[in-house]
Structure formats: structure tokens, C-alpha cells
């Protein structure tokens, strides 16, 4: 059970004004005073609009045209020349890219009064009064029980509309709040901000648990904008912990998980030589302590010395992989880089080495990315997806591993030997350090940075145009 002290002396000492509202499966379990109040909405009024389509279901797949004097700043279209987009794109990049071209295109497509007529008619604290970007003295406004509502609404919904939406809050590009030390592929999210405002909106889970999290802030200046972001970052690490601590785990959780029977557990547990599950779970305990006390001892030189050997491993191991995509990515037509959450350094070092070198290159921090992108590739063209750690919740249900298929040279970059994602790659280079990866809270980026940065040297001189 989640440590609610904990969480009060995190908010007790912030500046300015927060709420925070936490629920799980049960209801509400966690509401600090301000949970109901109303704060500027930022871009969790972008949850709103998803929740009209929901209620007024539209045709996703016709093609809709966005006019070039609507195009604002924020998000991927006010950077890409196409105008002409299906209007499930438009939503896919209104949440997960946090688009303010697409939300006011949405919007816009409806029209505003309508919307906002709604907006109040359905929720007691939810107000439509501006256009993203728009310069008024108006302001869109709701509160953290009205924003987990929104969020709840759009994951219960099994139909296509609430797929789509569902991947894009899976696959969202800002985790710096409450997913910030988090690993990949355990939430849905909606952030939003402003100058003097940071929300997150968030379920984060493990298995079939859950924590679905509102935390929103008003604030003035950067250091106490700071403060903000280091109490969400705690209290989402705190939940996550929470759902993964084997102190907290049941033997019916531990039933639900595995798909099979209490007495299946309890068999099993005996057939381990312990009584039952009762006595496992305390050795596990205390195994893991033991663990963790062994690991805290190791010095600081013993795990230099595993980077340097990983690091020259790459040098030796993997000194043709580098020459070889060096090779493909210098006389490719045009070059598709990809890498989400901490997998993104890389990437961005990768394109920003081909862009230098002349090469034509494109990069995504996010699926919604490369689904956009990938009509602009042709027969000559080769992908670059770096993931770390491999995992197979990485793609969901997007349909980019189909459209990798499809390219000439498609590489997967990671430390996984066993990635279950090899599948959908013409080549995987397993880079060295598995072991590294596994004793670090976060994916190690320093050698994939190396071979990266390898490949960009081979490049540069052997293929410089």
C-alpha cells in the first residue's frame, strides 16, 4: 500500500499551489485539499477534446485539411510541410506528440461554442475559454478530479477511437514529471505546462494494477519550478515502487499475475522446499536485501572497470557492425532515425551526424513520429531504431513494426540479446554491458553513445560527400 505520509511530506514544504489526487481500481485513495479545485488546464484540456470525439464519434479515417494560417508552435506540424492529414492522425498527434495545431484543428472542426457548451454541461470543472497559443485575457481551466475522469474515460474505452488514444497516451513524448525515473512501458500519460505551471495526468502500472495520478501546480519562477518537478518525479517513482515491491505482494496478486490458481501457488511454493507461500516470500525477502547489500558494497572502480571493458567492446566486437552501418546510412536515399525515452540520445547524436554530414535524415522521439514519417521513405531507405533494453511492450499495438518491414536496411540498436523485437528488423546489433543495464535504475546511454558515435566517425571519413 502506498506510504501516504510519504506523500504528504513531499507536498507539505512546495511554494505556490499543487493538488494531487491518486485512485486505484477501489476509488479514490489519496485526495490532498485542492484536489477539486481549478487550475489553468495547459494541455490537459487536450484530454477534454479527446473525450468529445468519444461522446460524438466522428469518421477517423477521412482526410481533413489543416490551413496554413492556423499553424501554431508547439508539436510536430507547424515543422512538417503536409497539410493533408486522415483525422485520426490529427488526434494521434494531438495527445501523443501534444500537438496545438492538431487540438485547435479539433477544435476548430467542431466548432467552439459547441465544445465549450459541452465541456460545461457534462463536468463541473472543466472550461474551454481559448485556443491553444492564443493571446487573450481568457483561460481554459479544469481540475485533477476532473482530469483523472477525462483520463479513466479514454482507457476504459475498448473501441477503435479509444485504441488510437490509447496508444498515443502510451507512447507520450513528455515523461519528465511523474514518469521521469520510471522504465519504459508501465503508463499512460497527459502532461501540460506553462510558464508557471507543470501538470501531469498519469495511470502508471504494473501487471493488472494501477495507479491512476493527477498531480497539478501553480508557481512562480524557475526554482521553485524545480521544487515542483522533483515532488512529481518522487511521488510517481513512489507509486511505481508500490506496485512493484515484493513486500506488498499477495499470493492472490502473485495468482492474478501468473494467469493460475491459489493452490497452483501454494504447490509450487511447497514444491520449492518451503512450507508455502508465507515462508517463499520471506526468503525472497530476504534474498533481495542481501542482494542490495551486496551490490551497495561493490566500489566505484569495480563498475568503471565494467564500463571500460564494455566500452572496449564495442571497439573489437562490434568494430563491423559500425563500418557496416556506416556503409548503408552514408549511401541510403534518405535515413530514418528513431529512439524513445532515454534510447532518444543516441538517435539525436546519429541524425545530427548524418544531417552534418549531407545526408538526408529525419528523427522521431516517438511512434506517432515514425507512422508520420515513413510515407516520405522509398525503396533505398533504411530505419535505425535504438531501444536499450529490447522490450516487447515497446511497439503496442502501433503499426510501425509493419512499416519497418518494408524498408530496404531496418537496424535495431540495444543491449538485449534476447529482444523479442528482432522480429521485425532486417539486422540487430547487440551492443555490450547487459549486465550494466540490469544494475542501473535507468537505460545506460554512454555506449550506445560510443558505437554511435563510431559509426559517425567511419562515415565522415570514408563516405563524406
Not at 508552435?73 to 485520426?88: I, N, P, V
Not at 497516451?169 to 506553462?194: A, H, I, R, W
Request: proline letters at 4%; aromatic letters at 10%; hydrophobic letters at 40%.
Amino acid at each position: 500500500m502506498l506510504d501516504f505520509k510519504k506523500i504528504a511530506d513531499i507536498l507539505a514544504p512546495l511554494p505556490g499551489k499543487t493538488a494531487l489526487l491518486i485512485k486505484d481500481k477501489t476509488g479514490v485513495l489519496y485526495a490532498s485539499p485542492l484536489a477539486g479545485e481549478e487550475f489553468k488546464s495547459a494541455s490537459l484540456i487536450k484530454l477534454a477534446v479527446a473525450c468529445y470525439y468519444q461522446a460524438h464519434p466522428q469518421d477517423l479515417s477521412q482526410m481533413v485539411h489543416v490551413p496554413e494560417d492556423k499553424i501554431v508552435e508547439g508539436g510536430m506540424l507547424c515543422h512538417l510541410a503536409q497539410r493533408d492529414w486522415m483525422l485520426r492522425d490529427i488526434l494521434d498527434l494531438m495527445l501523443s506528440d501534444s500537438d496545438n495545431t492538431a487540438t485547435n484543428f479539433l477544435i476548430a472542426f467542431i466548432g467552439f461554442a459547441k465544445m465549450a457548451a459541452w465541456f460545461e454541461a457534462e463536468f463541473a470543472h472543466l472550461h474551454l475559454g481559448r485556443y491553444l497559443m492564443e493571446v487573450t485575457d481568457r483561460e481554459n481551466y479544469l481540475s485533477a478530479e476532473t482530469a483523472l475522469e477525462l483520463l479513466e474515460r479514454l482507457l476504459a474505452d475498448p473501441s477503435p477511437f479509444g485504441q488510437v488514444c490509447q496508444k498515443a497516451l502510451f507512447y507520450q513524448e513528455s515523461v519528465n514529471k511523474l514518469l521521469q525515473d520510471l522504465p519504459e512501458g508501465c503508463s499512460y500519460s497527459k502532461t501540460g505546462e506553462l510558464e508557471d505551471t507543470e501538470h501531469d495526468a498519469a495511470r502508471i502500472f504494473a501487471g493488472d494494477s494501477y495507479y491512476d495520478i493527477c498531480f497539478m501546480s501553480h508557481y512562480t519562477g524557475l526554482e521553485e519550478r524545480e521544487q515542483i518537478l522533483l515532488a512529481q518525479n518522487a511521488v510517481g517513482k513512489l507509486a511505481y515502487q508500490d506496485l512493484t515491491n515484493v513486500e506488498s505482494l499477495t499470493i492472490n496478486h502473485l495468482a492474478e499475475e501468473a494467469g493460475t490458481s491459489l493452490a497452483s501457488v501454494q504447490r509450487f511454493c511447497q514444491k520449492m522446499g518451503y512450507s508455502g507461500f508465507k515462508e517463499f516470500k520471506f526468503q525472497l525477502l530476504t534474498y533481495i536485501k542481501k542482494q542490495e547489500s551486496q551490490e551497495a558494497a561493490v566500489s566505484s572502480s569495480e563498475y568503471l572497470d565494467d564500463y571500460h571493458d564494455a566500452i572496449n567492446r564495442v571497439w573489437t566486437a562490434n568494430e563491423k557492425d559500425a563500418e557496416e552501418l556506416a556503409e548503408v546510412l552514408a549511401t541510403s536515399s534518405t535515413n530514418f532515425i528513431f529512439g524513445i525515452y532515454y534510447s532518444e540520445l543516441p538517435a539525436r547524436l546519429l541524425s545530427m551526424g548524418m544531417r552534418d554530414l549531407g545526408k538526408s535524415t529525419y528523427f522521431g522521439d516517438n511512434l506517432a513520429a515514425g507512422e508520420h514519417l515513413f510515407p516520405l521513405s522509398d525503396e533505398n531507405s533504411t530505419a535505425v531504431f535504438y531501444s536499450v533494453s529490447g522490450i516487447s511492450k515497446l511497439f503496442g499495438s502501433s503499426p510501425l513494426p509493419k512499416s519497418i518491414s518494408h524498408f530496404k536496411h531496418s537496424y535495431l540498436v540495444t543491449m538485449n540479446p534476447d529482444t523479442p523485437l528482432k522480429k521485425y528488423f532486417k539486422k540487430v546489433i547487440v551492443l555490450p554491458g547487459k549486465n550494466l543495464a540490469q544494475g542501473l535504475p535507468v537505460d545506460p546511454q554512454s555506449i550506445p553513445v560510443v558505437f554511435t558515435e563510431r559509426v559517425i566517425d567511419i562515415a565522415a571519413t570514408k563516405y563524406r560527400r
